[in-house]
């Protein structure tokens, strides 16, 4: 059913549209795997090749990061931030960087 749904968008191209895809299992590189997935069913399912084609172009695959660990800092570094900013917080947290593709 979804596959005769999607098959509409494919048949007209990017003109179509597109699909947004942005999965949150912990994985690295999540939507890759999810693309490539879904072209391992193409081809197991022998569908078009427009419809092969569609997803490659006009569909969009977001690698996500759905969770982080978010540890506090410590005694030491709270007191000297907090003097050197004047900050009238408790809580400071230390995250990791993230990218945005």
Not at 2 to 8: F, G, N, R, W
Not at 25 to 38: C, S, V
Request: proline share 3%.
């Amino acid at each position: 059913m979804v596959i005769e749904k999607v098959s509409i968008f494919a048949e007209g191209g990017a003109s179509k549209g597109c699909i947004q895809n942005m999965p949150c299992e912990l994985i690295e590189n999540n939507a890759d795997l999810l693309k490539t997935f879904i072209k391992n069913y193409i081809h197991h399912w022998q569908l078009s090749s427009d419809f092969e084609k569609w997803v490659d172009e006009s569909c969009i695959f977001c690698n996500t990061l759905e969770d982080r660990i978010v540890p506090g800092v410590s005694k030491t570094i709270y007191r000297q931030l907090k003097k050197r900013w004047d900050m009238q917080t408790s809580s400071l947290q230390k995250v990791s960087p993230t990218t945005f593709l």
